[in-house]
């Protein structure tokens, strides 16, 4: 190695260097993904593209910080949290087409695109999972705050008792996840204080995100039918009270009252949980899916 350059050391050598934590073997390789016996494989798939889908496009909406943080060191806090989220969206989406390999998008015959990257990179809006909170455009520092803060809490609720899942992998999953959304909750908290008690510019923007964002977070403690699942999935209205409990706990040091706004209506009784979105998902999508689309044959 040449002493005189850092960059003569990244030359030549072994090339999987430059894909270090990228690589594209399959995720749950080794791992026992047989569906538990009396669990069905489509409903198991569809919970974890629930799951999945919430973090893959949170994490993408965390991405678009990378560079824009008002401080050095939050712009590395976001860019981590957006990688957590994607790890977990990979391996639910791994876990989503091992349980039902239908639910994977067709690819030209031949394609190398493995099947987490084609549910992330070939699916339409209207196929996705996510609670619409997850999809919304980033506002300031303070929305990014108060939706992290909604999503950490309710998630590391659920994420909590997952763990006890009859299916294997999601359960590892969740062991996982609680440690990664354990620390962003803190984050997020931490903040929402700081800006609550910080000048009267930054209290009027933490107030207006909320009141924002409000009427969104109530999709995430609203049980769909798939979520109902005593085996395998965690009913997200059973973790309300301690999503209160919690939230309730960060308005008070903060002196901020909870929102009075009712929550966002569905239509017809569908939510993103059916794959009904806001038309910023589309967006999202055609910006995020735009390179594997345009080459579905590409090896990366």
Known sequence: MNDESVYDGLLG???????FGTDFEDPLAGVDTTVPAGVDGAELATYCLML??????????????????????????????????LGQARLLLARAAAADPACVPPL???SPVPAEDALAFFRDAGQFRNVRLAEVPNGDFAHVVVRLLLFSIARLAILQPLRGSGDAVLAAVAGKGVKELTYHRDWAGRWFVTLAQGTEESRRRLLAALEE???????????????RSPAVAVDPSTVRGEFDAVL???LAVAEVDRPQRAPLAGVGGRTGRDGLHTEHLSRMLAEMQVVARAHPMGLW
Do not use: K, M, Y
């Open 108 to 110: 030209p015959e031949g």
């Open 248 to 250: 309730d706990q960060v």
């Open 213 to 227: 964002l409000w009427p969104l977070h109530a999709e995430l403690l609203v049980a769909h039918p798939i979520e």
């Open 13 to 19: 050598g072994d090339s999987s260097q430059w894909a």
């Open 52 to 85: 999945g889908d919430d973090t893959l496009v949170l994490s993408q909406r965390l991405a678009e910080w990378c560079s824009r943080a008002p401080e050095l060191e939050e712009d590395i806090a976001l860019a981590n949290f957006a990688l957590d989220l």
